[in-house]
């Protein structure tokens, strides 16, 4: 077991987001997964990321808040533990549209399929 206590996660930077704060709970650390990393970012209202595409899935788990999603012009609100997967490719827009700070889960699996050294 890898265990990491929340007050050891690790602050860093997504690029194309703005209004968000995002700690890496799990990911590029010996010991730990093998092939995704998973982070914890809260939008304060009106942050947001994209719009942008990458070359390999994400998994987004609304934790508290609500997030808007917009893939070809359809916006998606996520509530509480909802949850959706963007894949490879999918150029996708996400906007806090509300008033409170959204907090969720990202789940994104190493560019290559295995953890970097």
């Not at 010996?30 to 994400?58: C, R, Y």
Request: charged share 25%; proline share 9%.
């Amino acid at each position: 077991m890898h265990l990491k206590r929340f007050s050891e996660a690790e602050p860093y930077e997504a690029p194309n987001h703005w209004g968000v704060a995002g700690l890496r709970l799990q990911g590029f650390e010996e010991g730990g997964p093998e092939n995704q990393w998973i982070g914890f970012s809260q939008f304060l209202p009106g942050g947001g990321a994209g719009p942008d595409s990458t070359p390999f899935e994400k998994v987004y788990v609304v934790l508290e808040g609500e997030m808007t999603v917009e893939i070809d012009g359809t916006e998606t609100v996520l509530s509480a533990m909802d949850s959706c997967t963007i894949p490879p490719g999918e150029q996708r827009r996400i906007e806090n549209k509300s008033n409170h700070i959204c907090k969720m889960l990202v789940v994104i699996p190493y560019p290559d399929g295995t953890r970097p050294e």
